[in-house]
């Protein structure tokens, strides 16, 4: 089974729950996270070894990216979903398998 290439976007306390998730999910490839922040992004994408990005557009073009999990707060949520068309997309608080 091909591994799904996965992304978070938001680097607090939501986004470090998925990342450790996704870093133990067989049918996952942890690949990337975005911040607002490239500071932030850069030193999350070090602890887990992915790509960090300050644009989701860019991050979800680059990376390859097929899940993204929306680890934001709400206001950014509607915005975010609209830059990841065509992806799968998990907001913070759900649950997939």
Known sequence: MKKLRT??????????????ALTNLANSEF???????IASAKAFGQQYGVSAFDSVDTMVDGA????VCICT???LDRLTRSRTSG???SEGGCECN
């Open 73 to 75: 707060p709400h206001p």
């Open 7 to 20: 992304a978070i976007v938001g680097c607090g306390k939501v986004g470090h729950f998925h990342a450790r």
């Open 87 to 89: 992806r799968l997309c």
């Open 31 to 37: 690949v990337a996270v975005c911040s607002t922040s």
């Open 64 to 67: 390859q990216v097929d899940v």
